[in-house]
């Protein structure tokens, strides 16, 4: 994806000191292997997508340990 800026927060100042904390979220998150939003790391399985209180039951369930 090459150089990412924020080109917006960069222009104002009140927003430009959280563009260094956008970055490095960013930077980690690819770094986990994320790639869509929401996605939560369940068990060890990715998951990807909102979800329910019963989605969260099936996950759990689907993926806890035996």
Same mark, same amino acid.
């Given at each position: 994806m090459g150089t990412i800026s924020f080109p917006g927060c960069q222009l104002d #100042? #009140?927003? +430009?000191? @959280? +563009? &260094?904390? =956008?970055? *490095? &979220? @960013? /930077? /980690?998150? *690819?770094s986990l292997? =994320? *790639?869509?939003?929401? +996605?939560?790391? =369940?068990?060890? !399985?990715?998951? !990807?997508g909102a979800m329910d209180e019963k989605s969260w039951e099936r996950a759990l369930k689907a993926t806890a340990k035996r």
């Amino acid at each position: 994806m090459g150089t990412i800026s924020f080109p917006g927060c960069q222009l104002d #100042e #009140e927003l +430009s000191a @959280y +563009s &260094d904390r =956008v970055l *490095k &979220d @960013y /930077t /980690t998150a *690819k770094s986990l292997g =994320v *790639k869509n939003i929401p +996605s939560f790391q =369940v068990n060890g !399985v990715w998951i !990807v997508g909102a979800m329910d209180e019963k989605s969260w039951e099936r996950a759990l369930k689907a993926t806890a340990k035996r």
